[in-house]
């Protein structure tokens, strides 16, 4: 069982940035691949960036390429999310994710592929 603790969410206005953060409550984090997940009203849950378990190989949605960074640091069981150039349209409850490994390259962009969920911190632009 892996416990997810994501925080960093609030407030911020169209233009600013942000950094989310979650970590895991496990010993053998550099065994699961990590994603971050939005969603926001009537929308679907999407994958906005995963990460392999040694930071090989990345995954990132199109509407934030170029603007988000996703990051770990295994010693600290931590993955960060980096947000720059926010915009309204990422407003939503940002979610952690864990996906156990298949292999060092192994980046899943389907919820389905996930196996533990945080809570979820909620992130709300202002224009």
């Known amino acids: 069982q892996v416990q997810l603790a994501e925080s960093g969410g609030g407030l911020v206005q169209a233009g600013g940035s942000l950094k989310l953060s979650c970590v895991a409550s496990?010993?053998?984090?550099?065994?699961?691949?990590m994603g971050w997940f939005r969603q926001a009203p009537g929308k679907e849950r999407e994958c906005v960036a995963s990460?392999?378990?040694?930071?090989?190989?990345?995954y990132y949605a199109d509407s934030v390429k170029g603007r988000f960074a996703i990051s770990r640091d295994n010693r600290k069981n931590t993955v960060y999310l980096e947000m720059n150039n926010i915009t309204p349209g990422d407003t939503a409850v940002y979610y952690c994710?864990?996906?156990?490994?298949?292999?060092?390259?192994?980046?899943?962009?389907?919820?389905?592929?996930?196996?533990?969920w945080g809570q979820g911190t909620q992130v709300t632009v202002s224009s």
């Open positions: 990460i392999s378990w040694r930071s090989g190989s990345k």
């Open positions: 994710a864990a996906a156990r490994t298949r292999g060092p390259n192994y980046y899943p962009s389907h919820h389905r592929e996930y196996d533990y």
């Open positions: 496990t010993r053998a984090f550099t065994n699961y691949a």
